[in-house]
């Protein structure tokens, strides 16, 4: 996040969302932009290229949810949504379609920096935890590869594991690149002459 964030408020009520404009603005000089008009959310919210984006709304339905946050983008910034009543499993699927925070019983501005805060302490908890999850299936499928290639060259050279593995490393130091890319072009161009 920048040193000067910038928030966009999502609030149909004009009177509300002054009021919510203001406090953010007084709480830390927040650059805060409104969208009182949903129609085109998504690209209305692009147009601004906000840090975090804050819904208030009073009774959300499934649908309004789903939309909203898809076009509020929660797995680029950090969303939170503020209803004033708990719908039907509606905290479940908002958590689940990636909002940062959901806090039921409406936006109170005493309530705004803190929610704020939680939301983008969460956002990034749960962004490295993708990015991790995301170097963890990298490596996994790197490993797979480099197994079929040693499989190959064990099959083609006659050799152990381990000599298998060594010759990799060696043509990887040889040509400049990783292991996995020499693996994965021993593997393709294996697959090419069975």
């Known amino acids: 996040m920048s040193d000067r964030m910038t928030i966009v408020v999502v609030e149909q009520d004009r009177e509300r969302a002054d009021a919510i404009v203001d406090a953010l603005r007084a709480v830390d000089g927040y650059d805060v932009h409104?969208?009182?008009?949903?129609?085109?959310?998504?690209?209305?919210?692009?147009?601004?290229?906000?840090?975090?984006?804050?819904?208030?709304?009073?009774?959300?339905?499934?649908?309004?949810?789903?939309?909203?946050?898809?076009?509020?983008?929660?797995?680029?910034?950090?969303?939170?949504?503020?209803?004033?009543?708990?719908?039907?499993?509606?905290?479940r699927e908002a958590i689940e379609a990636g909002l940062s925070a959901y806090v039921v019983d409406g936006l109170q501005m005493e309530r705004l920096k803190p929610v704020l805060d939680a939301a983008i302490a969460r956002f990034q908890m749960i962004s490295q935890m993708r990015l991790e999850l995301a170097e963890t299936r990298r490596a996994l499928e790197e490993r797979k590869v480099i197994d079929r290639a040693k499989g190959v060259l064990m099959k083609a050279r006659g050799v152990e594991e381990e000599e298998a593995y060594a010759l990799l490393r060696k043509a990887a130091m040889d040509q400049g690149r990783r292991v996995a890319e020499v693996a994965e072009a021993l593997v393709t161009a294996s697959g090419l002459l069975s």
């Open 34 to 91: 409104l969208i009182s008009n949903v129609t085109g959310l998504a690209r209305k919210i692009a147009t601004h290229a906000p840090d975090v984006v804050l819904i208030d709304i009073a009774n959300p339905t499934r649908d309004m949810l789903e939309e909203l946050t898809l076009a509020s983008g929660p797995l680029e910034r950090p969303v939170a949504m503020f209803v004033s009543g708990a719908g039907k499993d509606l905290a």
